[in-house]
């Protein structure tokens, strides 16, 4: 199903009245619970003198959500909110670096969680799939590897060989992320079980390796840009003869490409999401700062230039926030393949006007937008990895032309 042959939302209606609920929920959540938790979060971590420790606020916080029902909201088949509805709230959680974990969405639990609830074994879903929906472990994701471009998946190279009643992997990934967080228990790995006979794309499978297995070694962590992102993390992880169960094989070998297909599609647009957030933060921030500053005789507010950066950024939300809630509605309607297109466009799109956003509110704060004293810094850098993770900008950017030459080309038949 090509992008001109769906509808855009422009229904009022888009959202149910349990969807409207909840979102103003959420909405009063963050105000009451979620932002005032932020510095107590800062403090409690500073104080603790550890980096890898979780500051008891964040749990304290989740109590809460999950009391009030507002817990595990990405997932449709237990929230019976619509992808479209989710996004929404998505978008009010990235308003704070806390509000996902609040209401048990974060990355990559979610991924992992969808990963579990759509292609996990009975036994699968009862050890690993239970504690993560309830909050109690957390969980990463090991695909990209250090050695090979892993813009093309099937480069990796990191083996799962069957051994009797074990797989052995052996293997290096990094960017695991959420791999420092103590609560990580237990990773998806993605790795190659296919040899060259195979089908491209039916030689990699993933499994289930958990974290304190013998052989599973932390080699360091990643920085991004000189921030080593604790108590969170980004680790670089070498597998070095893990044997795990042979029933850790999650759907079967050869389907790596086939799972992946369904858990990013709706990932992506929760990401592009919360990245909306970002902006909005971002625009407030800028809003609040240039009356606060008077530079040649006149608050920034009153600067031409200023007033043409607020109002382009306006702008730019309003335009990625309906291609977003298109490319859910297409999910919602159609299902996930048939939105490939419009899930890349976003892709494409959001992270790259985030930046953009960001950079015009770092500008506008002078020399404090890139210190400690504002969030700016973390917002770019986060917003900026995007265009990185989940593919980079260029794969989606040939994925749309070829997909738009192919619907061009049908529609002259």
Not at 52 to 64: F, N, T
Not at 122 to 138: M, S, V, Y
Not at 242 to 267: D, K, T, W, Y
Not at 271 to 292: D, F, N, S, W, Y
Request: proline residues 5%; aromatic residues 6%; hydrophobic residues 40%.
């Amino acid at each position: 199903m090509s992008g001109s042959q769906t509808s855009p939302v422009l229904d009022t209606k888009v959202m149910s009245p349990k969807g409207k609920e909840v979102l103003e929920k959420v909405k009063k959540f963050m105000v009451e619970h979620v932002y005032p938790a932020e510095q107590v979060y800062t403090e409690q971590l500073a104080n603790s003198g550890k980096k890898w420790w979780i500051p008891p606020i964040i749990e304290e916080v989740k109590a809460k959500a999950k009391e009030q029902g507002l817990w595990n909201l990405f997932l449709p088949g237990i929230s019976g909110l619509t992808v479209l509805e989710y996004a929404l709230i998505a978008e009010e959680t990235g308003k704070s670096r806390l509000g996902p974990e609040a209401f048990n969405c974060a990355a990559p639990d979610t991924g992992n969680m969808e990963v579990l609830y759509l292609y996990g074994s009975p036994e699968q879903k009862k050890q690993w799939l239970e504690p993560l929906l309830e909050g109690k472990i957390r969980s990463c994701f090991s695909m990209t590897e250090p050695q090979v471009a892993s813009s093309d998946a099937t480069n990796m190279q990191c083996t799962i060989t069957r051994d009797g009643d074990s797989y052995v992997i052996n293997g290096r990934k990094w960017w695991s992320s959420g791999a420092g967080d103590p609560r990580c228990k237990v990773s998806i790995l993605m790795g190659k079980t296919g040899g060259q006979d195979s089908p491209r794309h039916k030689r990699h499978s993933m499994i289930l390796v958990p974290l304190d297995t013998p052989g599973v070694k932390i080699v360091r962590f990643m920085q991004v840009f000189g921030n080593e992102d604790a108590p969170h993390g980004h680790a670089e992880i070498e597998f070095n003869n893990v044997r795990v169960p042979l029933s850790n094989m999650i759907l079967g070998e050869g389907r790596g490409f086939e799972i992946a297909q369904g858990r990013l599609g709706p990932g992506r647009i929760h990401h592009c999401m919360r990245c909306i957030g970002l902006a909005e933060q971002a625009l407030k921030m800028m809003c609040a700062r240039v009356h606060q500053r008077s530079p040649f005789g006149k608050t920034l507010a009153h600067q031409g230039v200023v007033r043409h950066q607020i109002a382009e950024s306006r702008i730019e939300i309003e335009a990625m926030r309906l291609m977003v809630l298109k490319a859910a509605h297409t999910i919602d309607k159609y299902g996930t393949k048939a939105a490939r297109k419009e899930v890349a466009m976003i892709k494409v799109l959001v992270p790259r006007t985030t930046v953009k956003i960001i950079d015009r509110a770092i500008q506008i704060h002078g020399g404090a937008g890139v210190s400690q004293d504002f969030p700016l810094h973390a917002m770019y850098a986060g917003a900026r990895t995007l265009q990185i993770a989940d593919g980079p900008d260029e794969v989606h950017l040939s994925s749309v032309a070829l997909q738009e030459m192919r619907d061009q080309l049908n529609a002259k038949l």
